[in-house]
């Protein structure tokens, strides 16, 4: 086992931003993503999705640093200011690093 290091940027925000921020991540360089429901607390109270508007995804990138921070920059630059949105980068080892 070989492991390469990588960086998994994840997102939470609403989910009405989810086809907008799909086309930007892939027009800036990811390979792929994953997008899970998320639920929680926070700044903007509770998002508890129980109905649309009120709805939150998580989106999880890995890639490379420089992605990594493209997207980051690109993602509080244009949404943070006016969206529900967190956004974090963890380090993580992946073994197929073809993938990413």
Known sequence: MNPHQRKLLT???EAALEGTLVREIESLGAHGYTITDARGK????????GWEASANIRIEVVCD????????T????????????????????VLRPEKF
């Open 11 to 13: 997102v939470v925000t």
């Open 42 to 49: 926070g700044d903007h109270g509770v998002r508890n999705a």
């Open 74 to 93: 690109h993602l509080r630059e244009h949404y943070s200011k006016n969206y529900a949105m967190i956004l974090y980068l963890s380090e993580v080892e």
């Open 65 to 72: 640093a420089d992605t990594s921070r493209t997207l980051a």
